[in-house]
């Protein structure tokens, strides 16, 4: 089955900086990649997602890039704010009538002011 | 607003007992998920349902079962509670895009359920 791997674990920014969250996956099949962002006490809420057949995609100051051929893809988060501060988890999925997410452990980041 | 609900938000029991959680859902989606989330690891997936006759096991199912009794509602039970059964329950839904384009649809998770066995 899959294998999603998140790093880093945790991560602390200034206000302003930019973040960079990174996850690798094992399927060659998997072609459907969302983040999902977990605001303390809250449910895990979709923030941006790509699929296999682009190699970026950008959402104001949300960026995902994808690279295929070494099964890696990253989360960029530009100017960052307090309210960022979260958990971020990656997935992946194939898709087809079977398909089902496998998440990463999730990364905590907390930004500074 | 179409909605994923869960009952209970909190559930303090004792090791042994029987323990049935419940998400309901009003976004008229087909396919429902149970996941456990724990500290350092992430949401593990218990068991997903593509519909009413539709029940899968997922990476995390022992000392767990489920009932898909219609659409909307998805119970997960712990028949046996034990101490490290103790996390947080989130059940989420997606979407039926996946009828016509084969395509992965956004999860939406319900509010999640604390569950503590003691």
């Known amino acids: 089955g899959e294998n999603v791997e998140q790093h880093p674990s945790t991560l602390s920014v200034q206000e302003g900086d930019s973040a960079v969250i990174k996850c690798t996956y094992s399927d060659s099949a998997s072609n459907y990649f969302p983040w999902y962002k977990q605001e303390l006490g809250k449910r895990p809420q979709l923030i941006i997602d790509i699929r296999s057949n682009v190699g970026e995609k950008k959402d104001q100051r949300i960026a995902v890039t994808l690279n295929k051929t070494a099964k890696h893809f990253s989360l960029h988060i530009t100017e960052t704010q307090p309210e960022d501060s979260a958990v971020y988890f990656c997935a992946a999925s194939s898709t087809g009538t079977a398909s089902k997410l496998t998440f990463g452990t999730g990364t905590r980041l907390q930004v500074t002011l | 607003d179409a909605d994923v609900t869960q009952t209970p938000r909190n559930r303090i029991t004792k090791t042994g007992k029987r323990i049935m959680l419940e998400c309901s859902q009003t976004k008229g989606h087909d396919r429902m998920y149970w996941y456990r989330q724990d500290p350092g690891l992430g949401l593990r997936l218990i068991y997903y349902?593509?519909?009413?006759?539709?029940?899968n096991k997922g990476e995390i199912s022992d000392g767990y079962s489920v009932s898909r009794q219609a659409q909307a509602k998805f119970s997960l039970s712990l028949e046996s509670a034990i101490p490290n059964q103790t996390a947080l329950y989130f059940c989420a839904t997606s979407g039926n895009s996946w009828k016509t384009s084969g395509g992965m649809d956004e999860q939406f998770f319900g509010p999640g359920t604390r569950l503590t066995v003691l």
């Open positions: 349902s593509f519909d009413v006759k539709d029940i």
